[in-house]
């Protein structure tokens, strides 16, 4: 934030400093925002309560970086997070890397973040064919598409891949859609060879084919308030119950767009009661909503963002992603 000042106080300030004859240090900002490393313990505490049944907390995060923010760092990320969709690519500490960006800070605490807290960090792309010229528009060619992402899955370490489906006439839909799941399910997900490796979709309008389901982990629905100024437990139900036949409460992953609601922690929302107050008695806004709302058929996988990073804006930093995270999992006393 830059922040302006009448000239003649800039004035005064200057002559001050003449006056004083004495050299000052400016601090690093970035060092004022070291964030705290804590023991081996809580570390373990933490990757143990990542590994244990609760609502998990799931978030697209892009503008990570090597400003004096941690609000663009992986370091600054709440610690509940659990899953971090790699929105801004993969970064890497290799200048000559093909793939993955040049970034070593970046990289650096990705890692620590990963392997430390126990964050899973999953490769995204939007999965549409036409935006790959090389892969032949037949059987083989999507399997080659689909090798394209599990390669960097494994060279860079990743904890799964996020398969982000919103078909625009290309080829990779439906039943060439399913080809391609069917593939990755082999190496990633619950049916695979590797099951700590996960495999997602997220889609907004167009469903995901029913016969992917046995393959992925999570479907996250992009439940976001956008064209509307409000959102509901009616709303989400809506949208799970597009889905319902096939998939299970388990697997449903309801998330808000923050990026556009960073300020307000979402648009104003009503649970199925009718009620429209948090905790605190103020309006409720629709990333609470999500973390609250529950499927009547059972218990939803958890809830998340999309450009969660924004809300690190607030006072305090992720004012709203740990108010969620407190209520859904709140500490054990």
């Not at 490796?197 to 469903?207: A, G, P, Q």
């Not at 609601?261 to 948090?278: I, Q, V």
């Amino acid at each position: 934030m830059k922040i302006s000042f009448p000239i003649s106080l800039v004035a005064a300030i200057a002559s001050l400093a003449l006056l004083q004859c004495k050299k000052q240090t400016t601090p690093d900002p970035l060092a004022l925002q070291t964030p705290t490393v804590y023991s081996d313990a809580y570390y373990a505490n933490l990757r143990a309560y990542k590994a244990s049944p609760h609502q998990i907390c799931y978030g697209w995060f892009s503008e990570y970086s090597q400003t004096y923010s941690y609000g663009q760092h992986f370091m600054g990320v709440p610690d509940s997070v659990d899953i971090i969709s790699l929105w801004g690519g993969i970064p890497t500490d290799k200048k000559d890397d093909t793939i993955a960006s040049y970034n070593p800070t970046a990289y650096t605490e990705m890692r620590f973040v990963q392997k430390t807290k126990g964050t899973k960090m999953l490769a995204v792309a939007i999965v549409q064919m036409q935006t790959f010229p090389w892969a032949q528009l037949d059987s083989a060619g999507i399997i080659q598409f689909a090798q394209y992402f599990l390669n960097q899955v494994n060279a860079y370490d990743l904890d799964g891949f996020d398969c982000d489906y919103e078909p625009n006439g290309d080829y990779l839909t439906g039943a060439n859609f399913t080809i391609f799941v069917k593939y990755l399910g082999q190496f990633l997900g619950p049916l695979s060879s590797n099951p700590s490796k996960l495999l997602v979709i997220d889609y907004y309008n167009t469903l995901p084919p029913a016969a992917t389901e046995p393959y992925v982990n999570y479907f996250v629905n992009q439940a976001y308030t956008q064209g509307v100024t409000t959102s509901s437990a009616t709303f989400l139900q809506s949208r799970y119950a597009s889905v319902a036949a096939y998939c299970p409460t388990s697997k449903f992953i309801v998330t808000e767009n923050l990026g556009d609601w960073w300020a307000t922690g979402g648009a104003p929302f009503t649970e199925a009661n009718g009620n429209t107050l948090d905790q605190f008695g103020n309006q409720l806004e629709s990333l609470q909503g999500m973390e609250r709302w529950q499927p009547t058929q059972g218990k939803k996988a958890g809830w998340g963002a999309f450009y969660f990073e924004r809300d690190y804006n607030l006072t305090p930093p992720y004012k709203y992603m740990r108010t969620c995270l407190e209520e859904a999992n709140p500490p054990v006393q």
